[in-house]
């Protein structure tokens, strides 16, 4: 079953929302503000795989709800919701661990597209393959656990960043074009646009590089992609 957690205090655009997903046979619990969405993914003992995210909501905003949530859960996949182009500037630099976003207003099959892409993800990290471990430089990646480790601490990456890590790490030294990463880490969906693998390489340097803002392992291959340099 898959089950999704939707947060929208707009109640047309809400029941839209669960009218679609039911349809295209998600379970959907709908809740209008961030508390009731909280409470609810408690009272579920967090049973859901994805979480649909309005960013303006009453009370608490979608920012913090996600927060909290990924605070409880490191593989639940959150999709924001967002209404305005000004909104787009501030959730590309505090995606704060989500793992897409999706602009109002948008199409059923869109947000369809978007949520099954997002649910795909979540379940093949529940279904981990066998176990591999990766060793680069000070790195070393786990595809079983999906983690990555640092000398040996480990570092909290979301599961779209993780598979980035994997990807440039499969392929280290060689130059990965964006457009590769995003079919790889987001399937080939005509709706994801490019700039989204450079939000989370942004994010990933902040967590891996020892001076993110002259990264030494995630090299940028200018007006081509990224590359891994151990
Ligand atoms: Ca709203």
Known sequence: MKRILVVEDEEAIRSFEVINLQRNGYMVVDVPDGEKALAAYDQADGDFDVVLLDITLPGIDGFEVCKQLRARSATLGIIFLTAKTQEMDKVAGLMMGADDYVTKPFSPSELVARVDAVYRR????????????????????????????????????????????????????????????????????????????????????VKIEDEPSNPAYIQTVWGYGYKWCP
């Open 122 to 205: 979540v379940r093949l990290a529940a279904a981990s393959p066998q176990k591999t471990v990766i060793e680069s430089g000070p790195f070393v990646l786990n595809t079983k656990s999906r983690t990555l480790q640092k000398n040996g601490k480990s570092i909290d990456l979301t599961q779209v960043e993780y598979q980035i890590v994997e990807l440039l790490m499969h392929n280290h030294g060689d130059a990965m074009e964006r457009t590769k990463i995003l079919s790889a880490v987001w399937g080939t969906d005509v709706y994801t646009d490019a700039k989204i693998v450079d939000v989370n390489i942004r994010r990933l340097r």
